[in-house]
């Protein structure tokens, strides 16, 4: 008897991830874990993690995009997007001095 219970009590478990990935999207951002309701049920970008996401990316994720834009969180979208924006405009100070002074750098290996 206790077999079958534990067996119903793991099928009832599975069921419910099963639902909950269908119908959930988990997106982990720099500003933490959310949980967002997708737009249309499906197990597309049942989770997402979109710290290093840059604007490229999200042109092959649209309906999590739409599911965020519909649920207050569009601006998840917008600072993950930002991000390498500018990577490469400005050169770092270590970058800058390894430059200028070619014999301090070789000293510090």
Known sequence: ????VAALIFMMIGA????AAFEVH???SKEGWHLI???EAG?????ADIRK???????????????LIDNGK???????ASNGFFD???????KKRSAANPETSQQRL
Not at 16 to 19: P, T
Not at 53 to 67: C, E, F, M, N, Y
Request: no cysteine; proline share 6%.
């Open 53 to 67: 996401w840059q604007a490229t990316t999200w042109k092959d994720h649209p309906r999590l995009a739409q599911s």
């Open 74 to 80: 569009g601006n998840l979208i917008i600072q993950s």
């Open 37 to 39: 309701p997708k737009s």
């Open 1 to 4: 008897m206790r077999r079958i």
């Open 16 to 19: 419910g991830g099963m639902y």
């Open 88 to 94: 490469g405009l400005f050169p770092s100070s270590s």
């Open 43 to 47: 197990l597309y970008d049942t989770y």
């Open 26 to 28: 988990i997106v982990q």
